[in-house]
C-alpha cells in the first residue's frame, strides 16, 4: 500500500506507462535532492520496491514505473530492445518534468541502469546497481536457478514460489519464504505472460562490457554474497570495468533491495547525498 506516492498514467506516443512518484520533503536549509528513478527487474512491479523507498530519505522525490506488459503498463504492439525502452524512460522523464536523474537498476532493472547511463549521460547524474551483471558475458547462474527464470510462474503462483523462492533468490527466502511470498504477492499485480518474455527477449545478445569503461557517473554497485542468480562475481567484474566504482557487498540474497531495505537503504542515501 502507498502512503505518499502519487499514482499517474503516462502516454509516450502508442504507449502508456503506470508511474509512482514519491514526492520530497523539502526541509528549510537543505539544498533540493537529484530526483531518483528507480528501474525495476524482471517481471516485478513498482510496489516490490515499496520497502526500499520507504526507508529512503523522504527529501528525495522517488520516481518507480511499470515496464511495457508489466503491472500496469499495457503490453506494447511489438517486442522492444533495451535501447528502446531507454529512449521511453528518457521520454518519460521529459514528460513527467525531470531533466536529470540519480538512477538505480535491480537485475534485469540494473541492464537498463547501465545503458541508459551510458546513451542517456546527460540525463544520468549517478547510478546504483543491484544484484546485477553484465548481460551474456557474464558468470551466469547455475541451470537449475535458470530455468525457474525463463516464465513469470513465481509471480502468480504463491505456493510455487514458496518452493523455490530459496533456490533461486537466497538470503532471507532460505529460511523465511513466507516472507518472500508476501513481497512477491501482496499488493502486485503479475506481469502478463507476454509482457514477462518482451522483457526476455530485449535483453536477448545484450551486454554492457564495452561500454562500461566509458561511463562517467559515480557508480555503487551492491551485490548479495548468497545470490543464486547474479552469483558475486559479476558484481567484482562490473566493479574492474566501472572506473572509480564502489562494491559494497551485502549479506543477503537476490532481493536484499526489500529483504535488507532498512540496511542498504542508508547505504544509497549516503552515495547519493555525497557531494
Known sequence: MFTTAEMRTVTIGRQRLRVAVRPARHEPGRPPRVPFLLVNGIGANLEL??????ALDPA????????????????????????????????????????????????????VAQHFAAFQRARCRRLV?????????????RPSVLMHLLTPRRYLDREYLQRVAGNIYGGVAR??????????????????????LYQLAASAGWTSVPFLPLLRQRTLILAGDDDPIIPLANGRLMKLLIPDARLRVYHGGHLGLVTEAAELAPVVDAFLAAP
Do not use: K
Request: aromatic share 8%; hydrophobic share 45%; glycine share 12%.
Open 49 to 54: 520496491l515499496e520497502p526500499f523507498v520507504a
Open 60 to 111: 528525495v522525490e522517488v520516481i518507480r514505473f511499470d515496464p511495457p506488459g508489466i503491472g500496469g503498463s499495457p503490453v506494447p504492439a511489438r517486442p522492444y530492445w533495451i535501447s528502446g525502452l531507454c529512449q521511453l524512460i528518457a521520454r518519460m522523464l521529459t514528460e513527467l518534468g525531470y531533466d536529470q536523474v540519480d538512477v538505480l537498476g535491480i537485475s534485469w532493472g540494473g541492464g
Open 129 to 141: 546497481l543491484v544484484a546485477t551483471a553484465t548481460g551474456t558475458m557474464m558468470l551466469p547462474a
Open 175 to 196: 529460511i523465511d519464504t513466507e516472507e518472500i511470498a508476501a513481497a512477491m504477492h501482496d499488493n502486485n499485480r503479475a506481469g502478463l505472460s507476454r509482457g514477462y
